[in-house]
């Protein structure tokens, strides 16, 4: 078998497969031809069926066995070998299936398989290369592409959004030939590396792409441009399109952390242009093990919560355009300093300092002491009973 190393293969961007007619209509390989290439070599080891006559014919070549050096072949995707890859379920709470089935812990995740969650659940999925794609409650995705591009190891992830929300976090790929794609009926977003969420709204007319860590790249509708979404933007398509990206909201301060004897109350910061909040308890700063999450026309709410819990606490405003905004992460005790920049595979800890602890419940209600953590810069604060941060 040929050499792997060296060769040029990477996956069109979005904007060019949408443009690229007629060839649209399926996705595209670019190969770089490179010294002593043949295109018979190529489909012998790396094609299916190992032939090369179609790719000949839709790249006009004339030998198959000399090739300008530089020159770029367009290879279907189909014609490609590839190998499964595997995900694993690494947290699930409630109704949450794969092909219908109660996921389990360390549960396998393949192509074609459909992952859905019911009310009050979510799940985790992770990929061998460390990235996770995450569902709240009452979403459900298909796993459209799991694979491996033999040639050069290169993994082909594409996870089709059928209705509800998707939050991802993508470790940076460098191999071109890698990819990570969430796909509505109305968009594609693809990224190389990032933090990024994509939703469907109820009306099912739009959907909507919030990064907090990195740049999506999104196209949707009948003009192939793909729309650059940067960090802290969000950006919303429609049959017509992808609007122009938008300032996501701040992230709410936590104001009010209280027992309570059924669980917790939680007051945050009320936030200008917001219509609704979004509250998240999980067990692990990366918020891959959600316990409880509830959403409120007001910056209050009430969770229930058993005894002896232990958590940490994610706030995001929603706007009137239906945007989440950037999270503000909170964990007890306070902070020297501000946190580096979030990696892509999610908030972590200062460079050096100790990795925060989760809330803990005590069997009597008392206020809870609290710091924000991940995203966004952190001040020291105190809490106590009723009263606003000081």
């Known amino acids: ?10 996956f069109l961007p979005v904007a060019a497969l949408l443009a690229a007619a007629p060839l649209a209509a399926e996705p595209m390989l ?48 189909r014609l490609l070998r590839t ?23 360390g ?27 995450a569902l709240p409650s009452q979403s459900r995705i298909l796993v459209d592409r799991l694979r491996r591009i033999l040639l050069t190891d290169g993994l082909d992830r594409n996870f089709r959004l059928e209705t509800g929300r998707s939050r991802s976090s993508v470790i940076p790929m460098k191999d071109p030939a890698s990819n990570f794609r969430v796909t509505t009926p109305l968009s594609v977003a693809a990224v190389r590396g990032t933090e990024f969420r994509v939703a469907v709204d109820e009306s099912g007319e739009r959907a909507l792409t919030e ?20 960090r802290g933007y969000g950006a919303i398509s429609t049959p017509a399109g992808t609007e122009p990206p938008v300032a996501l909201l701040p992230p709410p301060k936590l104001l009010q952390l209280e027992k309570t004897e059924t669980g917790v109350s939680i007051v945050a910061e009320r936030i200008e242009g ?14 891959l093990n959600i316990i409880e999450e509830a959403q409120s026309d007001e910056p209050s709410i009430s969770l229930a919560l058993p005894q002896g819990a232990t958590f940490f606490v994610r706030l995001t405003a929603i706007a009137t355009s239906g945007l989440e905004g950037l999270p503000g992460i909170y964990a007890p005790g306070v902070r020297r300093s501000a946190p580096p920049p979030a990696p892509a595979s999610g908030p972590s800890a200062d460079a050096g300092a100790a990795e925060p602890l989760p809330f803990q419940l005590w069997a009597e209600p008392r206020p809870l002491p609290i710091r924000l953590t991940g995203h966004g810069l952190v001040q020291p604060r105190a809490i106590a009973a009723h009263t606003s941060l000081r």
């Open 1 to 10: 078998m040929p050499a792997k190393v060296g060769r040029s293969w990477f």
């Open 30 to 77: 670019r190969y770089t031809v490179r010294p002593n290439d043949t295109l018979s070599a190529l489909a012998r080891d790396f094609l299916v069926g190992g032939d090369y006559r179609e790719v000949q014919r839709l790249n006009k070549v004339a030998d198959p066995y000399r090739m300008p050096i530089g020159s770029i072949l367009l290879i279907p995707d």
């Open 83 to 105: 190998e499964p890859v595997v995900g694993k379920v690494v947290s699930f709470r409630g109704s949450a299936t794969i092909d219908g089935r109660q996921a389990a812990l």
């Open 107 to 133: 549960g396998e995740v393949r192509q074609g398989m459909r992952v859905e969650t019911g009310a009050n659940a979510s799940i985790a999925i992770a990929m061998p290369d460390g990235s996770t794609i």
């Open 211 to 230: 990064v907090v860590a990195g740049t999506v790249g999104v196209a949707a509708g009948p003009d192939p441009a793909e729309v650059a979404v940067p």
């Open 274 to 287: 917001a219509k609704a909040y979004r509250v998240e308890l999980a067990t692990d700063v990366a918020f």
